[in-house]
């Protein structure tokens, strides 16, 4: 029988009712009285000398209040980046400047040259056409060998190259790692794309900014996954507003998937021209912008190799990665090839020895930051397509191969620098066979057959580190922050609650789910809890909103506080009652004596609270609020395993997914709807690379895949029915729920199993294809299956 | 500037429009009706379809001044007076399909006019017909779920979770 309340239940979603009723706030609907637009104009050549800016005609047009130019911003600072990776020599990252308007030059198409600020949006849009700038185009770099190959055009002048950074990890490993490939019985080698794609959330960004003169108050309205975030960056290294004069809000947000993260240029601006104007200025993304202003995701080209012996036990692996960072560095862009991605490099398995070299570059392109796994995703798809092509060439079963080589003891440290806490890769696999009907696989591939369909299985494991993360760790690491979460419990006086947490919902569904730990911790009903978000006024401190961590970290803090809270509470009922503070129980929201019948209800309480009519004054101060800050000590570490069936169509390469299969381990489940809802979401956009998308640049950096009509965005009729399972759960050992985070697994689990099942497919149609670089369109399968 | 009127959810309104003003600028700047979404410029997604003279129509794609005398109805006219949910707004939620709730009403609008020209769509009746509408967080699983759900079928041999 499923629970009807608390932890495990699935309550309908309070957010949903103002969603469907068209009642939600997001940024765009907000308008400030008064308010100006501005629209940019942006470079169409990935890289130029730029000679100048002419705005006298613009100036002239119709309802113009002012064009800002890099001129404006020269004093100001640039965007930050979050991240600082050391190199395999011991040397930092090379870091250039990322201006907010374009300082004589400009380095990717939608570099922002000037913003028009007007009346309305058709006016500032009019007017930047009547811009007139001088542009010296130069050679784009934009095939990353290419920009690191001697004499290669630099796309920062004051740069010594494109290398950004060459990191090695573990970097004491790499001899033994090459002794161990020395003496492999085999060694199976796979050089593969993990292609850029486009985060592509569906609510383009916006910003507001409005200044109040009279009180030096700055606020901005902005679509972001962790406004606390963009105070600091924007507030302390752009514009240098301290934390009391800036307010950021980023109310109901239209889904992020790592793209709303970061501090971008428009939040900067709309901030610094709300005062030099005095007048609010709000800048509403249109797609075709988007897909060249949003940092953009994945795009690392790999050589993975592993090694094996003559048992078939995995002895060393060894990578070479290069990991476009496009022309700046974005927010946290140097962490995700490298601690994102370097660290998840063991997998499931307990190979010993593991070398990664990642080369990051810059390129005339547009920024690549974080996406939906960030850096875990391509590791997980290197890793589980090179084992699947092991498995092939050595003939023995894939899911075999994998089983053989599991890590079955926890906790585990992997020789890649991260002690996995708990895990059953085993019951996962387990669950999978079953679940997928395995068995009956052979069956449905003569029905293909029979339609003349080529029907292949592709299965893969996976493991991310997720509830992100340990601030002591990832200050090593390179972080310039540290990664706890905060929050504030506030019991009113009549016993309800208000949340304020620094996580931020985009989608998860936490005004939902954070209510059902809290009302299980005290025993009362979830409708009396409220959860705020997304305001700095608000909420006291917060980090946000990704890696999987807003439960894991998020939800920890506020069970903190919670604790905190109840503990004073019970002083308060001990008082009442006349007993000592250790005897008080709390059970559905009633205090009572243990051993005696005594009991005080959660509201007599919480009034005694605010009214300290009869109160232990000199021990305990009136009110109930507690803050805490929860700071992880590891990671959190989901796992699963997936399978696909897939249907080629040998006539037009077409690939149906007929099947689609996931269990995921991620401990504690607070709302299994919730979680069954990010996986699907998840797969969804991993079948989405898998098949259908991929931003493509022409060796100009002019992107042609730059709208719907190009990037080919998955849709309703391309995906199928997901089967997914939760039930192997192995609770997190470190944080209070036992939480792993269930956000990303979908979209690192989905890609490999894809791309496996089709290279299946097609071995079983008798062709002798191992590889085909994703998205796989029908015209990409057509002809690998011509040339194998 | 051209003066527009228009039905809109059951109530006359009238406004000012450049001849370049879309349908749904005119919905969201000059009516306030911020329910109705864009979330692109190339008539792909849907967020923003609404109802003109019983017809589902991406309202980023018609101009104000074509819907003047028309008849039309957005997310904000789909829930009854005392604010009850619709049948397919009660399943979207029943079957949580929706996440971050961007999209979530032009799918609401086109399910809508999918339903009343078809009463009973299979999955791959309601896949087809959701083609210009984008989800970015769902998969579609749930969104197909509800629809069906909301169509009278019966869904419980749909894995939920």
Redesign the interface.
Known sequence: MPKDHGIGASPKRREDVRFLTGAGNYTDDINVKGQAYVHFLRSDVAHGTLNGVDTAAAEAMPGVVRIFTGADFAEVGGLPCGWQVTDRFGEVMQEPAHPVLAQGKVRHVGDPIAAVVADTYAQARDAAEAIEYDIDELPAVIDMKAALSKGAPKVHDDLTSNLCFDWGFVEENKEAVEAAFAKAAHVTTLELVNQRLVANAMEPRVAVGDYHRATDEHTLYTTSQNPHVIRLLMGAFVLGIPEHKLRVVAPDVGGGFGSKIFHYAEEAFCTFAAKAINRPVKWTCSRSEAFISDAQGRDHVTKIELALDKSNNFTALRTDTHANMGAYLSTFAPSVPTWLHGTLMAGNYKTPLIYVNVKAVFTNTVPVDAYRGAGRPEATFQLERVIDKAARELGVDPIKLRRQNFITEFPYATPVAVEYDTGDYVATMDKLEEIADMGGFEKRRKASAKKGLLRGLGVNCYIEACGIAPSHLVGQLGARAGLYESATVRVNATGGISVMTGSHSHGQGHETAFPQVIADMIGIDESMIEIVHGDTSKVPMGMGTYGSRSLAVGGSAMVRAAEKVINKAKKIAAHLMEASDADIELKDGQFSVAGTDKSVAWGDVTLAAYVPHNYPLEELEPGLEETAFYDPANFTYPAGAYACEVEVDPETGKVTIERFTATDDFGTLVNPMIVSGQVHGGIGQGIGQALLEGCVYDDDGQLLTGSYMDYAMPRADDVPFYKVDHSCATPCTHNPLGVKGCGEAGAIGSPPSVVNAVVDALQRGGHEVTHIDMPLSPSRVWQAMQQG | MSQVSMTVNGKVATGEV?G?TLLVEFL?ENLG??????????S??G?CVVHVNGRDVKSCTMFAVEADGAEVI???G??AED?T?GTI?QA???Y?G????????GM?MTAASLLAANPKPS??E???Y??G?????????????AIMAASGQDVSG????
């Open positions: 450049e370049r969201r009706l911020t329910g109705t979404h864009v979330g692109c410029d190339t792909q997604c967020a957005t997310i904000e789909m829930a604010g949910l707004q979207f939620q029943d949580h929706l996440q971050c709730g961007f999209c979530t009403p609401v999955e791959a309601i896949r087809a959701l083609e509408n984008i989800c970015r967080c769902t998969g579609y699983h749930n969104i197909v779920r749909i894995a939920a979770e």
